[in-house]
């Protein structure tokens, strides 16, 4: 493990703007497992795996070593250095890429990865389970589609401002809006 690493990549900086993320960094400033992580974070394994992931894939953690348990092959990782610097470089651009990535392809197929990773961590057998899905269709003609994008995220915007305090229960709500397909059968 290094002492320092040298953020210069935008991709490296973007991954770290997920507060769990840098919650699972922080835990793996000694070799641990997935599950061992998980545990320590009272969440599961898959979600921890899923940040994980992504912080090998941007070079910020390191598979260290696999041992085998109960026939499958359990990874150990590591964070790649105690602490982190950003380039100077890079302040003022972190963030403009994250909202265009969030029109593409690539974003919606990561959140829908984490959507259902974080349902299939959810107690069913509790008493109440406070939930909505909604699923609509809407028609935009492809001049309006910018005018659409924005209200869209204007309405956001207005629910992440007035409910995001720190106080009460947190509420994942993640929004798609993408191309219908043809029919299936």
Same mark, same amino acid.
């Given at each position: 493990m290094r002492d320092v690493l040298y953020l210069e990549q935008i991709e490296q900086a973007e991954v770290l703007l997920k507060p769990q993320r840098v919650e699972v960094l922080r835990q793996l400033a000694e070799p641990r497992t997935c599950t061992e992580v998980a545990t320590r974070l009272e969440q599961t394994p898959q979600r921890v795996y899923y940040h994980v992931k992504q912080l090998v894939a941007a070079g910020l953690v390191e598979l260290v070593s696999e041992r085998k348990v109960r026939g499958i092959t359990e990874g150990i990782y590591q964070?790649?250095?105690?602490?982190?610097?950003?380039?100077?470089?890079?302040?003022?651009?972190?963030?403009?890429?994250?909202?265009?990535?969030? %029109?593409?392809?690539?974003?919606?197929?990561?959140?829908?990865? +984490?959507?259902? *990773?974080?349902?299939? =961590?959810?107690?069913?057998?509790?008493?109440?389970?406070?939930?909505?899905?909604?699923?609509?269709?809407i028609r935009v003609p492809p001049e309006l589609r910018p005018q659409f994008l924005h209200d869209l995220q204007?309405? %956001?915007?207005?629910l992440f401002t007035r409910y995001g305090?720190? +106080?009460?229960? *947190?509420?994942?709500? =993640?929004?798609?809006?993408y191309p219908k397909g043809k029919e299936r059968d």
């Amino acid at each position: 493990m290094r002492d320092v690493l040298y953020l210069e990549q935008i991709e490296q900086a973007e991954v770290l703007l997920k507060p769990q993320r840098v919650e699972v960094l922080r835990q793996l400033a000694e070799p641990r497992t997935c599950t061992e992580v998980a545990t320590r974070l009272e969440q599961t394994p898959q979600r921890v795996y899923y940040h994980v992931k992504q912080l090998v894939a941007a070079g910020l953690v390191e598979l260290v070593s696999e041992r085998k348990v109960r026939g499958i092959t359990e990874g150990i990782y590591q964070a790649a250095a105690r602490s982190y610097w950003l380039s100077p470089r890079l302040v003022g651009r972190i963030g403009l890429r994250r909202a265009r990535d969030e %029109l593409s392809l690539g974003h919606l197929l990561d959140l829908m990865e +984490e959507v259902q *990773a974080d349902v299939a =961590a959810l107690d069913r057998a509790a008493p109440e389970l406070p939930s909505i899905g909604v699923a609509g269709e809407i028609r935009v003609p492809p001049e309006l589609r910018p005018q659409f994008l924005h209200d869209l995220q204007a309405a %956001l915007q207005d629910l992440f401002t007035r409910y995001g305090g720190a +106080e009460g229960d *947190a509420f994942k709500l =993640a929004v798609a809006c993408y191309p219908k397909g043809k029919e299936r059968d």
